[in-house]
């Protein structure tokens, strides 16, 4: 994948924002922990990470549903990108997992063990571009009690009692299952390959299209995948259980779409009536507002999965239970109903594909980039199946699931998430701005532009701050820095006296400045600060309660 910016210049840039950033941090969240050397070694470009750029990952694997156990291979195709370098290359893999042996053409490669960190010795001459190193591993890989929010490998059963395994590993990375460079800044350029080997009785399913199936001697099956486009570490997934498979075509923005729907078999008609069309109604609805789907080259597809859901990329995780709402049983967490009216899971996940696949935080701390999107894409399309105010009423409802109990930004280069109102507060945020620009237009724009100029790309949130700032003509840095780099909730604070109304914002910093919308004022903006600002009301407009427009999060007190 494309990086945003030269590679030193992000050590300095990431260096310098965790020593902005953790004194602030640290003033609202007191009961910070304090990083391990781990911590930094997984979440940081360290020298053995920085001097060589992924190009490739083929990947094997052949698991063992009996013993919850794993035997594969990792051969990374990379470029040398830094002439004088270290002579350890870091791979990520963790315990109880282990390296069994390095070979590189053909030799075999001595390398140590720090926990869940190997360091491998290679040669300091090294050809600059089109490098590979063949890596053997096996052991017990970590798995997952409550996938996806735990991470590592699922064995479940299915309904009827069958083997059913797979892997969700978001937060703490795809190095739970097989060996790779856990970071999130570099992605292999050139895509990735995964050789699935289950027993013959299962199907098994990976990123990209499918290459080839084999039928092996020993009553096993080969399913060998690819995909073309960069991805990141934990978007490469895997699934195997007993699929039938469901094809469809989509004329979308970029022409013919392959869809792919791998189902367990029982669950086919419900695919069929469900899953299907709302699939077919979330894509159109994101390709108008986001831009063309971003991998035709590798097709769509939707998988059924023993969790509720993930953005394995172009192997979309489903586990929404077919039923439309908010949760696998039906339920509005909006308590608005138009939650209702869509499955999230469906709309959610997809929406990824452009906010999380396409486009991808650099740091874990920025999750909120991938999560935000995602969550405003939920409001889109409900917003076009039923109208701006559903969607808005849809986005109002979900500002009081906002736990604010610390900013949605984490401490960068430690592989740390934030708080999880990544996900609605940072929905929230560009709620606002797109309320604030006040053209459709122009925002959608905005978004297909991100997804233009930033496709197969890396990014920080200071480029995706500084990019709608400049694409919509409005400084937008106050709203970033308050809503997203602290756990304050601004506070308008009014006062009502012959016929005027006083206002301010307070509970917030200095330079916050966010014009809204209120009853008294209806159409016209108000453009509050922490500083006393009046505004005389009309007497048609004063007989009612004093409110905030429902586009905005904020806090209204009534002072004296």
């Not at 610390?406 to 507060?425: F, L, M, T, W």
């Not at 909730?489 to 014009?515: D, I, T």
Request: hydrophobic content about 35%.
């Amino acid at each position: 994948m494309q990086i945003s910016f030269i590679v030193s210049k992000k050590i300095v840039f990431l260096f310098v924002l965790h020593l902005l950033f953790y004194p602030l941090l640290a003033q609202q969240n007191e009961t910070l922990r304090t990083p391990t050397k781990q911590d930094t070694l997984n979440g940081s470009i360290t020298p053995e990470r920085v001097w060589w750029d992924i190009q490739h990952y083929a990947l094997s694997v052949k698991p063992d549903y009996l013993n919850k156990s794993i035997t594969g291979k990792n051969e990374i195709e990379y470029n040398v990108i830094n002439s004088k370098h270290s002579d350890l290359m870091q791979i990520d893999l963790v315990s109880p997992l282990k390296i069994d042996s390095v070979f590189q053409q053909g030799k075999k490669i001595e390398y140590t063990q720090n926990q869940n960190i190997w360091y491998l010795k290679l040669p300091q001459k090294q050809a600059s571009k089109n490098n590979k190193i063949l890596i053997y591993y096996s052991g017990k890989p970590t798995e997952s009690i409550k996938p996806p929010w735990d991470g590592g490998l699922v064995w479940a059963k299915d309904s009827l009692n069958r083997p059913w395994i797979s892997v969700a590993c978001q937060y703490k990375g795809a190095s739970l299952w097989y060996p790779c460079k856990n970071t999130m800044y570099d992605e292999p350029d050139k895509g990735a390959s995964i050789s699935i080997t289950v027993p013959d009785t299962l199907t098994a399913i990976g990123n990209g299209r499918l290459v080839s199936q084999i039928k092996n001697r020993d009553n096993t099956a080969t399913y060998n995948w690819e995909v073309k486009n960069p991805i990141s570490h934990y978007g490469i997934s895997f699934y195997a259980g007993k699929y039938v498979n469901i094809s469809q075509t989509f004329k979308g923005e970029n022409g013919k779409l392959d869809m792919d729907f791998w189902i367990l078999d029982y669950n086919k008609a419900k695919a069929e009536s469900h899953l299907i069309p709302g699939t077919i109604t979330a894509i159109k609805s994101l390709e108008h507002w986001f831009g063309p789907y971003p991998f035709y080259e590798d097709g769509f597809k939707i998988v059924d999965a023993p969790y509720i859901g993930m953005e394995h990329q172009s192997a979309i995780a489903y586990g929404g239970g077919y039923k439309n709402g908010t949760n696998k049983k039906g339920g509005d967490i909006s308590n608005t109903g138009w939650g209702k009216k869509t499955d999230k899971i469906i709309v959610h996940e997809i929406s990824h594909e452009w906010f999380g696949n396409n486009i991808t935080a650099i740091d874990i701390a920025d999750r909120w980039i991938q999560e935000g999107f995602a969550g405003l894409g939920e409001e889109l399309v409900i917003a076009d199946l039923h109208g701006r105010k559903a969607g808005n009423e849809f986005m109002a409802g979900r500002f009081r699931t906002i736990q604010n109990d610390k900013p949605v930004i984490a401490r960068y280069g430690i592989n740390e998430d934030g708080s999880n109102d990544n996900y609605v507060k940072g929905w929230a945020v560009l709620h606002m701005i797109d309320t604030i620009i006040n053209n459709d237009d122009k925002f959608r724009k905005i978004l297909r532009g991100i997804n233009q100029d930033f496709h197969n790309k890396t990014v920080t949130t200071n480029e995706i701050e500084t990019y709608i700032s400049k694409k919509s003509g409005i400084d937008f840095d106050y709203l970033f820095d308050q809503y997203l780099r602290t756990n304050k909730v601004p506070v308008l604070e009014y006062k009502y006296k012959n016929g005027e109304l006083s206002y301010r914002y307070s509970n917030c910093n200095s330079n916050f400045s966010m014009p809204i919308k209120t009853n008294y004022s209806k159409d016209n903006w108000l453009f509050p600060s922490t500083s006393w600002k009046t505004f005389k009301v009309d007497n048609e407009h004063s007989s009612s309660d004093f409110k905030i427009d429902i586009n905005f999060y904020l806090t209204l007190k009534q002072v004296e």
